[in-house]
């Protein structure tokens, strides 16, 4: 087994593992303990995606190339090199078949014969560097036409009544979350990632329509059990007028049994209680359409959840633009600015000279799927809380995507995603109340933090109206060896201090004294941010607001550009476009 693990995402009713009970010598290969690993004779070590060397392709014209960007760490070896060591070993006629040292020289040879296709002329050596470089080689494919296939037809897909009226029977849906299909779990930065319409972390829940819920007698957070003809499993009750009647959801990816520190022990897992036969259609799970009992366990389980209000009150947070109003104004060019009119403040603005550092979120863009935040954790040496103090309302996300509920009638009606960070306003409300001057700001443009400094007050939080300040309760643990993962670049903060968004200021150092190394002027997008350079849509944009010819100065100029909460006059340097609907 290499890079799987059935005894987890199968079924119990597949039978897969009373199968292995009558296997013989059965070997996994592995980077970490999971359920298939656990049931293996031998485990032999398996590097990393980052350790070793590979290529890909998703598609004819795209050969993707894969370096290692570290040595292995703990002796793993790659596939390839145990496939060809194994090879090499058992007698010589198979041994001259696989005559390469290591996979890293088959995969340069099997390089060479796509040096014909893909070189254009370039020699052995010239054509494998600049692969290295661009991460491979591609060519634009042609367009191809396509045709639904009238085959399509032959299949006819019966949605199930409902019967819960009668025998208190429903339909489980799944679903991926933060964790995948729990290929992730044993992370703890995506454990501590909100999913993205209940914002819960560390935990399983059943989502119930409040009128199932009501039938039952359920409230939130209630224990409730699932139980099939496969099995049964137990996990806490979520209230959400989404989810259909008739209808029980439960996201995939916990309850592991054997998947590490971080992982074992936590939810549950739906899989457990699928049946066993593949689809007849796809030939896959049954992810769905599972019939189900539901009943209520007297027992309760609070689940840990960073949201707040999920209503906006009026205070135009996520603002949105209907689409035809935005195609008439962009195509005439004649608007009237969307933003609030300047205000004349109690402050006067701080003086720029060189820089003055901005970002632009585009929210027709922003999807809400949280890799910015996971992103932060991993650039800025963000503590892991865990369930029993995100509980407490101490996480420590630096940037954290909220969602807001537009009530439609009795439902929810749409969602509507914001990142929310430091706004590094020019006059900023923590600034001026600290104390100790740990809040100041800086010539360009920054609200920084002197960790020296600070004592802990916590009155830069309470004046902070964006709430993204974060207080340092303890001393956080790096157990071995999730402390080689920590960022040269940033400190370690110790308890007692208060801790926010930096615009990864770290990286403002590093292209300052590049561009001063070279004797040259900053390049507009030279500076990215890991939030930035994360994001998959390519919805945050950072740079010099004082470069006229920025794309974040271009962007923050555009119609549907808007500051959160502009009444306030704290006159931010994170500039909003609004959402088009």
């Given at each position: ?29 592995s980077s970490f303990q999971d359920e298939t690993a656990a049931l293996a004779d031998m485990v032999l070590p398996a590097a990393t995606p980052l350790e070793e060397w590979g290529d890909y392709s998703p598609r004819k014209g795209v050969v993707g ?517």
């Amino acid at each position: 087994f290499s890079g799987v693990n059935p005894a987890y995402n199968l079924p119990q009713a597949s039978g897969f593992k009373e199968a292995m009970g009558n296997v013989p010598f059965k070997v996994a290969m592995s980077s970490f303990q999971d359920e298939t690993a656990a049931l293996a004779d031998m485990v032999l070590p398996a590097a990393t995606p980052l350790e070793e060397w590979g290529d890909y392709s998703p598609r004819k014209g795209v050969v993707g190339l894969m370096q290692p960007a570290m040595r292995p760490l703990f002796g793993g070896r790659s596939l390839g090199d145990t496939i060809l060591s194994l090879s090499r070993s058992m007698d010589d006629k198979t041994a001259k078949r696989f005559p390469w040292k290591n996979f890293h020289g088959y995969l340069k040879e099997h390089w060479e014969g796509l040096r014909e296709e893909y070189g254009n002329g370039a020699d052995s050596r010239s054509f494998w560097e600049a692969s290295l470089r661009r991460g491979g080689v591609w060519q634009e494919g042609e367009g191809v036409d396509v045709s639904l296939s009238s085959g399509l037809y032959r299949y006819r897909v019966d949605v199930p009544e409902n019967e819960a009226e009668h025998n208190g029977s429903y339909r489980l849906i799944t679903f991926p979350g933060p964790l995948s299909d729990g290929r992730g779990a044993n992370r703890p930065w995506l454990q501590e990632l909100p999913d993205s319409l209940h914002k819960v972390v560390w935990d399983s829940w059943v989502e119930l329509n409040p009128e199932t819920a009501r039938e039952f007698r359920i409230r939130q957070g209630d224990v409730v059990a699932l139980e099939t003809g496969e099995g049964r499993i137990e996990a806490p009750a979520l209230l959400y007028e989404g989810t259909p009647e008739g209808i029980i959801a439960m996201p995939l990816g916990q309850g592991h049994s054997d998947f590490g520190r971080y992982a074992s022990g936590v939810g549950a897992n739906p899989l457990n209680i699928l049946p066993g036969e593949p689809d007849d259609v796809t030939g896959g799970l049954q992810w769905s359409a599972a019939e189900v009992k539901l009943a209520r366990i007297r027992k309760r389980h609070k689940l840990a959840s960073t949201r707040g209000n999920k209503l906006q009150l009026g205070r135009e947070i996520v603002q949105v633009v209907m689409g035809a109003a935005y195609k008439l104004v962009h195509e005439k060019k004649k608007y009237e600015p969307l933003r609030l009119p300047g205000r004349t403040g109690f402050y006067k603005h701080h003086p720029h000279p060189e820089h003055r550092w901005g970002m632009v979120i585009d929210l027709q863009k922003c999807t809400g799927c949280g890799a910015c935040s996971v992103a932060c954790y991993a650039e800025n040496n963000l503590g892991i809380v865990g369930r029993k103090q995100v509980l407490a309302g101490r996480e420590m996300a630096w940037i954290s995507i909220q969602n807001y509920f537009e009530e439609e009638g009795e439902g929810p009606g749409r969602v509507y995603f914001i990142p929310m960070l430091c706004q590094h306003c020019d006059k900023a409300p923590c600034e001026p109340v600290c104390p100790v001057y740990a809040a100041y700001h800086t010539s360009e443009g920054l609200n920084a933090q002197i960790y020296n400094r600070c004592v802990g007050t916590r009155y830069c939080a309470n004046n902070c109206p964006y709430k993204v300040r974060r207080f340092n309760w303890f001393d956080w643990e790096w157990p071995e060896p999730s402390n080689w993962q920590l960022n040269p670049d940033v400190t370690v903060r110790t308890n007692g201090v208060m801790e926010k968004c930096t615009f990864c200021v770290q990286r403002i150092a590093e292209g300052k004294n590049k561009a001063k190394d070279e004797g040259r002027d900053l390049r507009d997008g030279e500076i990215i941010p890991a939030c930035a350079q994360t994001c998959p849509t390519g919805a945050i944009t950072f740079g010099d607001k004082k470069d006229k010819n920025s794309k974040v100065s271009r962007l923050s100029k555009d119609e549907r550009g808007y500051h959160v909460l502009e009444e306030l006059n704290t006159d931010p340097a994170v500039t909003y476009l609004k959402k088009v609907l």
